[in-house]
């Protein structure tokens, strides 16, 4: 039998854990635990260090969480920054005002989930927004991604063609097409609606800086002088498609 137990007592009831008490009397802390059980003020004592180990271990993460966001706060705002510098060198950039024209009515507007994405049936408007992606926010191809949703009497192949044609997107980097059932009999869609999206936080926070900048200037402009303002001529209305000249136009524009 060890002799050191009255030791190992006496610490235990000056509120010591079973790690401190194994550190200073080199006492397995199962010998330990074996000695205490039966003992009602040890397991009181047990659950008062836990109480407050929990009480540590949550302050500790507030403090790392703290640390955390105050990090990545630092880092959007870096990216931010960013894009207020580039905004007055790019506001006058016809594509860009259309990427953002686009993106304002069409695009995603949850920052938190970091896709750049935009949606629609008309293969004007992803043409134009597959050019801004690549050409305004320097997106390389390989990381533009497309979700198709189909009727299911859409040929697949033929829709993917289609869309990869006026994106200028491969297909090798198309999701798994989406199928859904119609209500109506007749009114259906010929290649179905198209996502076009790249994923990142930094350029999701540059796009919605550039619109806010962009809404300041509208309103410092005045809707009377709209034209001064370079939106008269960018035409995005999914009711009036731009015409196919204009689109090469712009995709002809200096970036």
Known sequence: MRNDKHLAIELRKKGLSYNKISKKLNIPKSTMSYWFKNESWSEELRKELSRKALFVAKKRLRLINKE?????????????????????SLKDNQLFLAGLMLYWGEG???????LVRLSNTDPEMIRIFSLFLRKILDVPKDRIKINLILYPDLDDKKCKDFWSEYSEIPKETFYKTQFIKGRHPTKRLSY??????????????????????FKEELKLCGSSSAVEC?????EIAGANPVSRSKINDLGALTY
């Not at 179905?192 to 900048?213: D, M, P, Q």
């Not at 370079?230 to 960018?234: D, Q, R």
């Open 108 to 114: 995603d507007s949850k920052i938190e989930n970091c």
């Open 230 to 234: 370079n939106i008269a001529n960018v």
């Open 192 to 213: 179905g609606i198209c996502s076009i999206s790249t994923c990142s936080r930094a350029l999701k926070e540059k796009v919605f800086v550039w619109l806010g900048l």
């Open 68 to 88: 955390r966001k105050e990090k990545w706060e630092k880092w959007r705002e870096s990216h931010r920054e960013v894009a207020r510098k580039e905004f007055n």
